[in-house]
């Protein structure tokens, strides 16, 4: 009596356990098949802002920033991606320089299954004056907000904070601290890639073609 007893509930205790793991793995299923539909594996993103440096002049002024890159999704909620940056520089009556730097992030996005989810991202990469007549290294951190307008494309809004390693950046050397400057923007995300969304129909369920053979006379 007792063997049977422990029996049903053994039974009982896999019942559940293989009931919530079943349910687990339709929601997991249910979450890549959203965040497939709204956006995909690969993004190229580009966008346009200002930019304003943080360093030994006064009065900084905001100028011109443009940015275009690649994005690879590792899992829904993380991405790497590799950027290409264009801007300038500038201090009132002083300075207004051309830089570009090419940027590499490790991104996350916070809710990638949503049309809206804020992300954010850190990374490192190579600071140069135009015609590479001075290059640094630095590194970058920033935070931003996307809306998926349409499946497949987003549009988003961001600012980062850069850490040059120099403090020549303006042309100037004064104090103990490296040159900083942040960069804002307006972009749009275009996101490709989607062998991960097709969804592979179980033998014992229904579809069309199942439920209407075609026989052949």
């Known amino acids: 009596m007792k063997k049977r007893q ?65 994005k690879r999704y590792i899992i829904p909620y993380l991405n790497v991606n590799f950027s290409y940056n264009k801007f300038n520089l500038a201090y009132q009556d002083v300075l207004n320089e051309g830089f570009m730097s090419f940027d590499v992030n490790v991104e996350s996005t916070i809710f990638p299954n949503k049309r809206f989810s804020p992300y954010i991202y850190v990374g490192g990469g190579l600071n140069a004056a135009n015609y590479f007549d001075q290059i640094d290294a630095k590194m970058q951190g920033g935070l931003g907000l996307e809306y998926i307008v349409t499946d497949k494309i987003g549009l988003k809004l961001f600012s980062d904070y850069n850490y040059v390693y120099s403090d020549e950046l303006d042309g100037r050397i004064y104090g103990d601290s490296d040159d900083v400057y942040w960069r804002m923007a307006l972009g749009m995300n275009f996101y490709f890639g989607s062998s991960k969304r097709k969804v592979k129909t179980k033998a014992n369920v229904p579809t069309v073609i199942n439920s209407n053979p075609i026989i052949n006379d």
Do not use: C, T
Not at 19 to 35: C, I, P, Y
């Open 6 to 70: 422990l029996f049903v509930q053994w039974f009982f205790v896999v019942f559940i356990g293989l009931s919530g793991l079943n349910v687990w793995a339709q929601k997991k299923s249910n979450f890549k098949q959203e965040f497939y539909h709204l956006r995909g594996n690969n993004a190229i993103d580009m966008a346009v802002g200002s930019s304003v440096p943080n360093g030994d002049y006064a009065n900084p002024e905001f100028e011109i920033y443009f940015h275009v890159g690649y």
